[in-house]
């Protein structure tokens, strides 16, 4: 090989090196990563594992999940985040900088740090939004934006954000539950409410709990929201059943049970018409013209929580206004995230660059 060659290959080698920017939804259930010109590339529970007495992270993400009730009084597996915000920054950051790790491998010291989009909820204080741009910073950004997570799901669905129309999104997430009115590029109205998926797996643990007097884990509850969890009958008339295992409340002995679809639907009413509560003031603090948009464009229900089976059927009888379900619910917010990246002008117009 000549030198000319080596330094060819050498420099080719540097230039591969440069920045690779990336969109983070950094959600209290779970965080999603992806990467501009290639999408989503990490999708894991936002959980870390931990050693108690040195705070070593031990895991993250799936592996760390699957600890959950399964480690020693040593161990523990925590949530970084609660109800979509901070609630240990230094796990925060080590989530944040693993995930970022096995996004893009950072293999020389002369890489260039990625810039980072990263959603927060809309209700989120100046010292909470505070608390995730250092954590995204001191995870490894070069520069961290930040965009509030209604805002990032309009667009990751492709809703009609710059226009001078009213567009409304419900993001149901694990946390929160996030109603905006979006026109001309900016939220005008809207709502943060901490009640959300993870308060639909407590809600039917509890009620599960007094009717059957049996304990489950918040795993065993997200497993029957997702197999025969519903707000409505199915559609095609059939209820469901299923067989669980827990611990029973009086003995404390292990308990086995089959639960019926009709159960789960009882425990997740009274949470699910708090949110309907919540979407409607929302609403009356709509003008006119934006709410006229509304009621002739529908309203976008999105996040994990919005593809509870019924859940669009129940809050278009409630609401009397057309309700619809992204085909894409799980990942309309990092998309949009990424598109913000993708696109000079709506990094410039749309983020809010924390001081």
């Given amino acids: 090989m000549s030198l000319l060659d080596a330094f060819q290959n050498l420099t080719a080698g540097f230039g591969s090196q440069v920045s690779t920017d990336m969109a983070i939804d950094l959600g209290t259930a779970n965080t999603l990563v992806a990467i501009a010109g290639e999408g989503i590339v990490v999708n894991e529970p936002s959980v870390v594992a931990i050693e108690k007495s040195t705070k070593r992270v031990l895991a993250v993400g799936h592996e760390a999940k699957n600890m959950i009730n399964h480690t020693p009084d040593a161990f523990s597996a925590e949530h970084p985040l609660r109800d979509g915000v901070v609630a240990d920054y230094d796990i925060t950051e080590a989530m944040l900088s693993a995930f970022i790790n096995k996004a893009v491998e950072r293999k020389y010291p002369w890489q260039a740090k990625p810039r980072i989009v990263i959603c927060i909820p809309c209700g989120a204080t100046s010292v909470e ?116 295992s827990g611990q029973d409340v009086v003995t404390e002995q292990p308990k086995e049970v089959t639960i019926q679809s009709e159960d789960v639907r009882a425990a997740l009413e009274d949470p699910i018409d708090e949110m309907v509560t919540n979407i409607k003031e929302t609403f009356k603090k709509t003008n006119p013209d934006l709410a006229s948009d509304i009621i002739q464009n529908g309203i976008l229900l999105t996040g994990g929580g919005g593809l509870l089976s019924g859940l669009d059927r129940y809050l278009t009888n409630r609401l009397e206004i057309p309700v619809w379900t992204s085909e894409t619910a799980l990942t309309n917010v990092v998309t949009g995230c990424l598109k913000v990246l993708e696109t000079p002008t709506a990094l410039k117009q749309t983020l809010m660059r924390s001081k």
């Fill in 129 to 244: 939004k505070r608390a995730v741009f250092e954590a995204a910073i001191q995870a490894g950004a070069r520069q961290a934006y930040l965009i509030e997570e209604p805002m990032a799901a309009a667009m990751g669905a492709d809703l009609p954000v710059t226009d001078p129309t009213g567009s409304m999104v419900v993001d149901i997430g694990g946390g929160t539950t996030e109603v905006a009115v979006i026109s001309l590029g900016g939220i005008v109205t809207s709502s943060s409410m901490r009640l959300a998926g993870n308060h639909l797996d407590e809600a039917i643990a509890t009620h599960l709990r007094d009717l059957l007097g049996i304990k489950i884990g918040e795993r065993t509850a997200e497993i029957i929201k997702i197999k025969i969890g519903s707000i409505l009958p199915f559609a095609d008339g059939r209820e469901r059943d299923m067989v669980i």
